[in-house]
């Protein structure tokens, strides 16, 4: 049996246009026979519509400005928690999970859309302070691949004396040798293509104004460029879910955390792991791009940079690579992210909404969780199984 739904979408006019309506017929088989409407295109709302899409469902997404442009862009692209030691059972399973998946993932988007995310299995250099002995019991424990004492691979000893050896040779620096780094911009540009590829609709500078509700459900969403209605509607608005989802956001507490980013550029890739002391890290990348965050400001929809922090991160960053001295500045840049209690985003069905759900609040770890991420709302919504247990990640809504 077959059933067809369709998009409908009102212009301002609010006249019917047809156009942008997707009718799908399908049933019997492992398509799905729904249409979504996904709001808000950084790098979850584009997961999530990518998975979706691959599975024959009909996928809108609604984004206020442009296609990934604000905190996915703004990320350092490392697929780690800084210090994952330091993190909740919660967290290490989502992004355990997404790092398992996230090889496999980038380059299938780069096969299908000739981008290629650089993705990289950089390591990850941890200096002091930290406690180093409960950092490897945890890694230990986690089954996390950790290195002390470590030999500097042949192939990364050229690039190395730029950090200068009594940083790298002290007594209790790490290395994670595992851990991957992918190149953001890139990665969004790829996932982008690949939803045009499947036959995503990607609507942009359409902020959505409103969610209108009736009967247990959302029946339409009002928005800057006209009504949309669909099956079911999934919030992916990073720092904005909230204001979003208005009077049903209910208990929710996601909120934006201003980070700020420096970028340098060497005429060679000038480090080969990550190098990360407290909340400060250098990302190269493989054209000599060097990355240096990131703070951690609440300062509400502040997308300001500021000297303070350019100075902090700076000078902090100098310490461990004296030749930055010489390096003019190339770029320097805030982004907000979507800020979560514990760093627990909250994924799947709205508790009182049966046709809304939300994939939002990954904090500082985002790119990393996005693959896990949107596995995870795709079990809920098609009835699979999950990977583990994922009633912590509805504890956000607060009641
Ligand atoms: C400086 C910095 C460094 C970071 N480093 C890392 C890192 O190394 N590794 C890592 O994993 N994560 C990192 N992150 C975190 C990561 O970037 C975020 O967790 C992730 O980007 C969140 O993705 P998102 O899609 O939820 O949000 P966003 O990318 O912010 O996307 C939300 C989208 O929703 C749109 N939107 C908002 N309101 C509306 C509306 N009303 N209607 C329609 N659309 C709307 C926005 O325009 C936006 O495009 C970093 C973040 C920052 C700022």
Same mark, same amino acid.
């Given at each position: 049996?077959?059933?067809?739904?369709?998009?409908?979408?009102?212009?301002?006019?609010?006249?019917?246009?047809?156009?942008?309506?997707?009718?799908?017929?399908?049933?019997?088989?492992?398509?799905?026979?729904?249409?979504?409407?996904v709001?808000?295109?950084g790098i979850i709302g584009l997961a999530t519509a990518e998975r979706l899409l691959a599975q024959?469902?009909?996928?809108?997404?609604?984004?206020?400005?442009?296609?990934g442009?604000?905190?996915s862009?703004?990320g350092?692209g490392i697929l780690s928690p800084?210090?994952?030691?330091?993190?909740?059972?919660?967290v290490t399973r989502l992004t355990s999970y997404s790092a398992s998946l996230f090889a496999a993932w980038v380059h299938s988007l780069h096969?299908a859309s000739?981008?290629?995310p650089?993705y990289?299995?950089?390591?990850?250099?941890?200096?002091?302070?930290?406690?180093?002995?409960?950092?490897?019991?945890?890694?230990?424990?986690?089954?996390?691949?950790?290195?002390?004492?470590?030999?500097?691979?042949?192939?990364?000893?050229?690039?190395?004396?730029?950090?200068?050896?009594?940083?790298?040779?002290?007594?209790?620096?790490?290395?994670?040798?595992?851990?991957a780094q992918v190149?953001n911009?890139r990665l969004l540009?790829a996932l982008?293509?690949r939803v045009?590829?499947l036959?995503?609709?990607?609507?942009? %500078?359409?902020?959505?104004?409103?969610?209108?509700?009736?009967?247990?459900?959302? !029946?339409? &969403?009002?928005? @800057?460029? #006209?009504?949309?209605?669909?099956?079911?509607?999934i919030?992916t608005?990073?720092?904005?879910?909230?204001?979003?989802?208005?009077?049903?956001?209910?208990?929710?507490?996601?909120?934006?955390?201003?980070?700020?980013?420096?970028?340098?550029?060497?005429?060679?890739?000038?480090?080969?792991?990550?190098?990360?002391?407290?909340?400060?890290?250098?990302?190269?990348?493989?054209?000599?791009?060097?990355?240096?965050?990131?703070?951690?400001?609440?300062?509400?929809?502040?997308? %300001?940079?500021?000297?303070?922090?350019?100075?902090?991160?700076?000078?902090?960053? !100098?310490? &461990?690579?004296? @030749?930055? #001295?010489?390096?003019?500045?190339?770029?320097?840049?805030?982004?907000?992210?979507?800020?979560?209690?514990?760093?627990?985003p909250?994924i799947?069905?709205?508790?009182?909404?049966?046709?809304?759900?939300?994939n939002s609040?990954h904090?500082?770890y985002g790119v990393t969780m996005a693959p896990a991420s949107a596995s995870i709302l795709l079990n809920e919504?098609?009835?699979m199984?999950q990977p583990f247990?994922v009633?912590?990640y509805?504890?956000?809504?607060?009641?």
């Amino acid at each position: 049996m077959y059933e067809t739904f369709r998009l409908a979408y009102y212009a301002q006019s609010y006249q019917t246009v047809p156009m942008i309506g997707q009718i799908i017929r399908m049933s019997g088989n492992n398509e799905m026979n729904q249409d979504f409407i996904v709001i808000g295109a950084g790098i979850i709302g584009l997961a999530t519509a990518e998975r979706l899409l691959a599975q024959g469902a009909a996928v809108t997404i609604l984004e206020r400005g442009k296609v990934g442009q604000e905190s996915s862009w703004a990320g350092g692209g490392i697929l780690s928690p800084l210090c994952p030691w330091n993190y909740s059972d919660e967290v290490t399973r989502l992004t355990s999970y997404s790092a398992s998946l996230f090889a496999a993932w980038v380059h299938s988007l780069h096969a299908a859309s000739g981008i290629d995310p650089e993705y990289e299995v950089s390591g990850m250099l941890v200096l002091p302070p930290f406690d180093a002995h409960a950092a490897q019991q945890w890694c230990v424990a986690h089954e996390v691949k950790v290195e002390k004492n470590f030999s500097v691979p042949s192939a990364t000893v050229p690039s190395f004396p730029i950090i200068g050896r009594d940083v790298w040779e002290q007594d209790d620096v790490l290395l994670l040798p595992e851990v991957a780094q992918v190149r953001n911009p890139r990665l969004l540009r790829a996932l982008r293509s690949r939803v045009k590829a499947l036959g995503g609709h990607i609507i942009e %500078q359409c902020a959505v104004h409103d969610i209108v509700t009736g009967s247990g459900q959302v !029946q339409t &969403l009002t928005t @800057a460029c #006209g009504t949309f209605s669909a099956q079911s509607y999934i919030v992916t608005a990073g720092a904005w879910s909230k204001q979003v989802l208005g009077q049903h956001a209910l208990n929710l507490n996601i909120k934006p955390m201003r980070g700020q980013m420096l970028l340098f550029k060497f005429a060679a890739a000038p480090l080969r792991p990550i190098l990360l002391q407290d909340n400060l890290y250098l990302i190269y990348r493989r054209d000599g791009h060097l990355l240096i965050g990131s703070t951690l400001e609440d300062v509400g929809f502040n997308k %300001q940079t500021t000297i303070a922090a350019h100075n902090d991160l700076f000078e902090r960053a !100098q310490r &461990l690579v004296p @030749a930055l #001295g010489n390096m003019p500045l190339m770029q320097h840049w805030a982004g907000l992210r979507p800020a979560s209690p514990h760093n627990i985003p909250t994924i799947g069905r709205h508790p009182q909404l049966d046709n809304l759900y939300i994939n939002s609040g990954h904090f500082r770890y985002g790119v990393t969780m996005a693959p896990a991420s949107a596995s995870i709302l795709l079990n809920e919504i098609t009835g699979m199984p999950q990977p583990f247990d994922v009633a912590p990640y509805r504890a956000g809504w607060g009641i």
